[in-house]
T-cell receptor, first 115, second 111 residues
Framework: DGGITQSPKYLFRKEGQNVTLSCEQN?????MYWYRQDPGQGLRLIYY???????QKGDIAEGYSVSREKKESFPLTVTSAQKNPTAFYLC??????????????FGPGTRLTVL | GQQLNQSPQSMFIQEGEDVSMNCTSSSIFNTWLWYKQDPGEGPVLLIA?????ELTSNGRLTAQFGITRKDSFLNISASIPSDVGIYFC???????????FGQGTRLTINP
């Protein structure tokens, strides 16, 4: 089945440790995105990538890093520089970046808890 | 950054009732989207709108792209228990690459 997978579903880390969240899609989509969701709030964009080996900062990129070495993969690293990393992280993909029928489809999310 | 005002923030209704929620923006959008999120899951796209005045249905759901291009509405008719969740609007300004999301409407249904 085509879709977006994120792993793991739940992740616990100690404060000061870097952690990498996985996102894989087999939809052949060019664009991929990472969002952060906090309770009672909408989704905030961390990073996005239009094509392989290219990515752009979103609205809250500080303390995060990404790579896009393969079309189907867009891992997110939460670094120790992120002041409040505990959150629900959502990965999304779309055929392109904008325009009709280029809408974003989301993965199931990873809940990160930093102890 | 751009803001979307989504209201109401929460709704408590009886099963079978109709539901209405909306989003407004200070900017003119060329795309409006409505998503539903179940607890602990990713949002699922319900309806996409691309033209001012457009009215689109998906089963018991109906969404409209406001004629001013600054608002959108989602209606759910004859609510059922599986409609429970958080509904998000999202919009895109013409030429922009990023979506802007509303803060969500949490729908609770009393059986």
């Amino acid at each position: 089945d085509g879709g977006i997978t994120q792993s793991p579903k739940y992740l616990f880390r100690k404060e000061g440790q870097n952690v990498t969240l996985s996102c894989e899609q087999n939809l052949n989509h060019d664009a991929m995105y990472w969002y952060r969701q906090d309770p009672g709030q909408g989704l905030r964009l961390i990073y996005y990538s239009q094509i392989v080996n290219d990515f752009q900062k979103g609205d809250i990129a500080e303390g995060y890093s990404v790579s896009r070495e393969k079309k189907e993969s867009f891992p997110l690293t939460v670094t120790s520089a992120q002041k409040n990393p505990t959150a629900f992280y959502l990965c999304a993909s779309s055929p392109g970046l904008a325009g009709i029928n280029n809408e974003q489809f989301f993965g199931p999310g990873t809940r990160l808890t930093v102890l | 950054g751009q803001q979307l005002n989504q209201s109401p923030q929460s709704m408590f209704i009886q099963e079978g009732e109709d539901v209405s929620m909306n989003c407004t923006s200070s900017s003119i959008f060329n795309t409006w989207l409505w998503y539903k999120q179940d607890p602990g899951e990713g949002p699922v796209l319900l309806i996409a709108l691309y033209k001012a005045g457009e009215l689109t249905s998906n089963g018991r759901l109906t969404a409209q792209f406001g004629i001013t291009r600054k608002d959108s509405f989602l209606n759910i008719s004859a609510s059922i228990p599986s409609d429970v969740g958080i509904y998000f609007c999202a919009g895109r300004v013409q030429g922009a690459q990023k979506l802007v999301f509303g803060q969500g409407t949490r729908l609770t249904i009393n059986p």
